[in-house]
């Protein structure tokens, strides 16, 4: 049902009187010099900003605005007026979590036409959302730094990332390391930067690593490469994909793969983390040349030179009918180097052909992304810099699942809020959110994991 705004009072209105005065003119005579007052159109100073609230409570949207004369407002809801919203505020009472995910803009009228702001989302959490969630026991729990998750097999199985060993392994729930997939125990792993599994309905397991540029870094322009392996459900091994990137290097054809997902028929898609682009690699052939499937940068962003081109962070998932979800955060510097002068975010839903659509998880670009089904859950900050856990439907709501108050500097899930450092690690089978707590190194790895068990769908 839609929400009844409930309206601060109305704005004043003045009226202008015109006067018409009938002057007669002699031969010598003239008229008035002055120029005819122009009107420009309004100018929208500031816009309105993301709203994180908890069900039941009030949420209010503002805007600011420049203009030589009048100005009229009204609001919109998705795209659609709503009643008696028409002052520069937009308030609404006893909000519920089936507003979550609503777009609001608003468009200004003064004598030389209309502008219309940029939208802004509401984002409603569920009483109680915080009880949800767990410290982790048992096997998860006990990992430790060095072992680190990176997703979950459709029977519940851990795949486990053995840092000092160098090699992926799979761990049941009882703590058992089995073989990874039929014969092949582990595999093994060079010196990595992140990881990624994916579980193909075809049976095989997909991995990619993406390799440390040549500097140790990698939150640059420059990556080093990496691999992509598949594993067969009989425990054979290949590499589809594999190059190293020197520094400064930037050949086409040569990629640093960063996440998996699986793409339209059947493909195996990954991004590329100097570009940013979205890759689609052929399951079937080893040592192929990926072939470009969508751009994740808009221009002005496509026509930079790679150096100005500063990648924050990237995340990219599928859900179960391969509908292709991936995020990106770029930043552009004047000279080239850092420090980053200006950040963009762009999430995308990408269709078959690689057509993107811009859609938005939060007012930040998503830490990560993971999907269970048809569902997506994207890690974002809110407008006031807090972590948010949120679940997007297949119909595009959003609803806030954890998260968006507390504390920006503490660790680990709050009273109220989540903190700064913790990421996606996986999600179960059954549908329980797996977070991990970043330790501050740098390493990657995780200090402790959290349960997150959303509310039904």
Known sequence: MPIDPILKAPLSRRTLSLVTVAMGLSACGGGSDEPTPTSELPQITEHPTDVTASAGESATFRVKVNSSGPVSYQWLRNGASLDRATTSELSLASIETTDSGSSFSVRVTNAAGSVQSNAATLLVHPRGGEEGIALASGTLGALGRSRTVVGFSKSGDLFVWERAARQLTRVTTEGQTIPLQGALQALKLDVSWKVAVLEHPDGNLYVT????????????EHGGGGKLHRISTDGSHAVLYQAVISF???????????????????????????????????TTVTQTTPSKFADLLVEPFEQLAIVLRYTVSLSLTSTSSGKIFASSTAGQSASGIAPVKRYDAFDYELSSDGTRTPIKFGATSAY??????????????????????????????????????????????????????VRLAGVTPEGR?????????????YLQYFVVTPPAI
């Open 248 to 282: 400064g290097e930037s050949p086409a054809g040569k990629l640093t793969p960063i996440g998996v997902a699986q793409g339209p028929s059947g493909n195996i898609c990954t991004l590329h983390f100097n570009s940013p682009t979205l890759y689609k690699i052929p």
């Open 368 to 421: 990560d992304l993971i999907a269970h089904g048809e569902y997506v859950y994207a890690l974002v900050k809110n407008e006031q810099g807090y972590m948010c856990l949120v679940r997007r439907s297949p119909e595009g709501s959003m609803q806030l699942i954890a998260g968006g108050s507390g504390s920006a500097t503490k660790r680990g899930p709050l009273p109220g809020g989540l903190g700064n450092w």
């Open 433 to 445: 959110i797996i977070l991990g707590d970043l330790a501050l190194d740098e390493t990657g790895e």
């Open 209 to 220: 690593e993406t390799y440390l540029a040549p500097s140790g870094q990698i939150n640059t």
